[in-house]
C-alpha cells in the first residue's frame, strides 16, 4: 500500500512537469506566417547585412527582426542583430543575441559568421575590456578550424590587430585576404595601404600608433605628435641659435616670470594636456591659445594650416626668416591654391621641399581644406627629421 502511494504520488509529479512543459511551449513566441514570397528569414538576413555596410543600423535592425519573427532560432538574424545593436552602442545586447547565435549555429556558414561576428564585437569593445584582443584572437582561432579559407575572419581580425597597434600581424591578415581574393577584397587592399604607409612613417610612441590610425587629426593631435614624434622641444634647443641676457634680473620678477607656464581653459582633463601645454610654451604658429585663452583641442586641422606649422618650425629650426616671404608673388602651381592666401607661401615652402606633396596627383590640387590623416602627419614628421638630419 505505501508502495502504491509512492508510485501515484511519482506518477502525479510527473504529470504535473508534463502539463507545465505544454504550458511553457505554447506559451513561448510562435513563428509568425509569411505575408508574401520575399518576406522569408533569408531575404531579410540578407538585406539587413546589406543595410548593415551602409551604416543603417536602425533598418538592419528591422530587418534581423523581422527575420527572427519568422525563424526565432536562425542563427545568421542573431548574429545580424547582434552587430546591429553594437553599432548603435547596446554592446551587452550584442552580446546577448551572439551568444544566441552561436548556440544555434547548425551549419560552418553559421558557425563562423557567430566567430567573426564576436571578433567584431570584441574591437569596438576595446575601450572596456583590457582584455580585448585575446578574446578576438580566440574567436578567430575558432573561426578558422570551421573555415580555414574565411575572409571574413582574416579582415576582421586584420581591423583588431590595427586597433592593437600591432601592425605586423595586421599587415599579414590583410595580405591572407588579398591572397585568398574572395571577401572583402576591396576593404583589404585599403588597409593594407594604411598599414604600409604606417610602417614607412614608423611611429616611435605608443601616442604616435594610437593617431596614425585617425582619419582626420585634431589639434591636440598635432601637438602630441610635435613633443613626442618630433620631439620639437629637443630639436628647437639643438637647432635655435642660443642668445644670452646678462643684464640684471630682479631675483622675484625672475622667478616669476620663470613659474608662469601658459596654459589653456579647457585642457584640464584632457589626456594630452602636458603635450598641449609643452607646444603652447615653446610657441608654434597655428597652434596657440584663441582669444579666450582656449585651446580647442579638439578642432580638426586642414592641409593649408599644418603647412603654416611645419612652415614655422622650418624657419625657428634654419634660422631662415626669408622663408616666411620666399614665394610671395609667385604664380600658384596648384589649381586650387591662390597665390593670395594666407597659407599660400607656407605651402610651397613644404612642398617645395618635398616635406608635404598634391593630395590629387591626377588633378595637381592640393586640398588646403581637406583633413589631414595621422599617417600622413607622421610621413611628413618623418620627411622634417629627414630634411634637417634630425635624430633624437
Not at 569593445?125 to 570551421?146: M, Q, S, Y
Not at 579582415?155 to 591572397?179: E, H, I, N, P, R
Not at 571577401?183 to 588597409?191: G, S
Not at 593649408?304 to 612652415?311: K, N, T
Request: glycine share 6%; with cysteine.
Amino acid at each position: 500500500m505505501k508502495h502504491l502511494f509512492k508510485y501515484r504520488r511519482h506518477m502525479m509529479f510527473m504529470f504535473i512537469v508534463m502539463v507545465i512543459g505544454a504550458f511553457v511551449v505554447s506559451c513561448g513566441p510562435a513563428a509568425r506566417k509569411p505575408t508574401s514570397q520575399l518576406d522569408t528569414p533569408e531575404h531579410h538576413v540578407s538585406t539587413g547585412l546589406s543595410l548593415l555596410k551602409q551604416a543603417r543600423y536602425v533598418d538592419a535592425l528591422r530587418e534581423f527582426d523581422l527575420a527572427l519573427e519568422l525563424s526565432p532560432k536562425f542563427s545568421l538574424a542573431h548574429g545580424g542583430a547582434g552587430l546591429a545593436k553594437a553599432y548603435q552602442g547596446d554592446i551587452k545586447g550584442a552580446f546577448e543575441a551572439m551568444d544566441k547565435a552561436w548556440k544555434y549555429a547548425k551549419t560552418d556558414e553559421e558557425k563562423t559568421f557567430a566567430q567573426v561576428g564576436y571578433i567584431r564585437l570584441h574591437t569596438m569593445n576595446r575601450e572596456d575590456n583590457k582584455k580585448w584582443l585575446d578574446k578576438a584572437r580566440d574567436a578567430f582561432d575558432t573561426a578558422i578550424l570551421i573555415d580555414p579559407k574565411s575572409s571574413a575572419a582574416y579582415y576582421f581580425m586584420g581591423v583588431a590587430y590595427k586597433y592593437g597597434l600591432d601592425f605586423s600581424q595586421s599587415g599579414q591578415m590583410f595580405t591572407k585576404v588579398l591572397d585568398l581574393k574572395t571577401d572583402y577584397l576591396k576593404e583589404a587592399d585599403v588597409e593594407w595601404t594604411l598599414v604600409q604607409k604606417i610602417q614607412r612613417a614608423m611611429p616611435g610612441t605608443i601616442t604616435g600608433k594610437k593617431i596614425a590610425i585617425v582619419e582626420s587629426i585634431t589639434r591636440a593631435d598635432v601637438a602630441a605628435l610635435f613633443m613626442e614624434e618630433l620631439r620639437i622641444d629637443i630639436l628647437y634647443k639643438k637647432r635655435t641659435p642660443k642668445t644670452f641676457d646678462t643684464s640684471f634680473k630682479d631675483p622675484e620678477k625672475f622667478k616669476a616670470k620663470k613659474d608662469s607656464r601658459i596654459t589653456a581653459t579647457d585642457i584640464d582633463k584632457h589626456p594630452l594636456k602636458a603635450d598641449i601645454e609643452g607646444i603652447l610654451n615653446l610657441g608654434v604658429r597655428g597652434l596657440e591659445n584663441y582669444p579666450d585663452n582656449a585651446f580647442h583641442p579638439d578642432e580638426l586641422i586642414t592641409r593649408g594650416q599644418y603647412a603654416m606649422m611645419l612652415e614655422d618650425i622650418m624657419i625657428k629650426v634654419t634660422g631662415d626668416d626669408k622663408l616666411a616671404t620666399k614665394f610671395i608673388g609667385s604664380t600658384s602651381p596648384f589649381p586650387d591654391l591662390r597665390s593670395d592666401l594666407p597659407y599660400f607661401n607656407a605651402v610651397m615652402v613644404v612642398t617645395s621641399r618635398g616635406i608635404m606633396e598634391a593630395k590629387d596627383f591626377t588633378t595637381g590640387e592640393f586640398a588646403p581644406l581637406a583633413p589631414v590623416s595621422g599617417v600622413d602627419a607622421l610621413l611628413v614628421i618623418k620627411k622634417i627629421k629627414e630634411e634637417l638630419r634630425f635624430d633624437r
